[in-house]
């Protein structure tokens, strides 16, 4: 993990594409700005983990051959 310090207005760049900015700090908690391009997915961590949690349940309560007739 690579641990940067920023302050209020300044961003770091991701893969020339996603631009992290630090919005605004109030205490202990930080706002980021995030722009990215549209096709790439952009989540909160816990939000993420619900939507893998869903996609896992769903997988496993479908039967096996409800996969075939998709090919």
């Known amino acids: 993990?690579?641990?940067l310090s920023r302050k209020k207005g300044e961003a770091i760049f991701i893969n020339n594409d996603i631009e992290i900015t630090v919005l605004d700090i109030?205490?202990?908690q930080v706002k980021?700005?995030?722009a990215a391009p549209?096709?790439?997915p952009v989540y909160r961590k816990e939000v993420y983990?619900?939507?893998q949690e869903s996609n896992k349940e769903a997988m496993t309560s479908q039967s096996p051959d409800t996969?075939?007739?998709?090919?």
């Open 1 to 3: 993990m690579l641990a």
């Open 49 to 51: 983990l619900q939507i």
């Open 38 to 40: 549209k096709e790439i």
């Open 32 to 34: 980021l700005g995030i």
């Open 67 to 71: 996969f075939k007739n998709l090919f």
């Open 26 to 28: 109030r205490g202990d």
